[in-house]
């Protein structure tokens, strides 16, 4: 089983950049489809973005599309969530998770099994 820790939230103004990282241990996070989520203060978890372990596809929400962008670095087992153009509804706690499930399914959080602990970004001026 895979375990997964997020690191590089942080305050940033609006229109800035922050990258998250999301550090894979015990297995490769290559073998799994990795989605990043977020969840605003009151609201559900929402899906961000998927790297799918099938040929690397990558599947974005509509918020975000264009702004921010998904990648993995096998080598390093890690995989990360670059954002850009932040906007202050941007602010939630982002989550990595990595599941096993097909491709149909990639945006369903409860098809994930496995969770980081979470890291905040705040986009305030």
């Known amino acids: 089983q895979v375990q997964l820790v997020e690191s590089g939230g942080g305050l940033v103004q609006p229109g800035g950049s922050l990258r998250l990282s999301c550090a894979g241990s015990?297995?490769?996070?290559?073998?799994?489809?990795m989605g990043w989520f977020r969840q605003a203060l009151g609201k559900e978890r929402e899906f961000v973005a998927v790297v799918r372990r099938s040929g690397g596809y990558t599947n974005y929400a509509a918020s975000v599309t264009g702004r921010f962008t998904i990648s993995r670095d096998n080598a390093k087992n890690t995989v990360y969530l670059q954002m850009n153009s932040l906007k202050p509804e941007d602010t939630a706690v982002y989550y990595c998770?990595?599941?096993?499930?097909?491709?149909?399914?990639?945006?369903?959080?409860?098809?994930?099994?496995?969770w980081g602990q979470g890291t905040q970004v705040t986009v305030s001026s």
């Open positions: 998770a990595a599941g096993s499930q097909v491709a149909s399914a990639v945006t369903a959080s409860q098809m994930y099994h496995t």
């Open positions: 015990g297995r490769a996070v290559s073998s799994y489809n």
